[in-house]
């Protein structure tokens, strides 16, 4: 049974750095484009950042664009997002996804992690 767990999240103060990472077991990393989602209170769901399966192409939001990087290390089966200066508005609940069944940016991924919570103060 596939599956992803997202680890790193926390409290963070305005222009702060966190790591968030996502560990995948039970499918091939590798042969999947992975992506990072975030979901804020009482809004939907949002595209973050995606990488390719050789781990080459990244797709950001023009939210996070640079100031976020999206990494993967298939030995490990984890991918990993890099967010620095972050903002209160970043604060939200990051999914990790996987199994890209449809546009990258797109919510059609087969496989949701259970999410970790950022907060970020100000």
């Known amino acids: 049974q596939a599956q992803l767990v997202e680890s790193g999240g926390g409290l963070v103060q305005a222009g702060g750095s966190l790591r968030l990472s996502c560990a995948a077991s039970g499918l091939t990393p590798s042969r999947s484009v992975m992506a990072w989602f975030r979901q804020a209170p009482g809004k939907e769901r949002e595209f973050v950042a995606a990488v390719s399966t050789g781990g080459r192409t990244t797709y950001y939001a023009d939210s996070v664009k640079g100031r976020s990087t999206i990494s993967r290390d298939n030995a490990k089966n984890t991918v990993y997002l890099q967010m620095n200066s972050l903002k209160p508005e970043d604060t939200a609940v990051y999914y990790c996804?996987?199994?890209?069944?449809?546009?990258?940016?797109?919510?059609?991924?087969?496989?949701w992690g259970q999410g970790t919570q950022v907060t970020v103060s100000s």
């Open positions: 996804a996987a199994d890209l069944r449809g546009p990258v940016t797109s919510l059609t991924y087969g496989t």
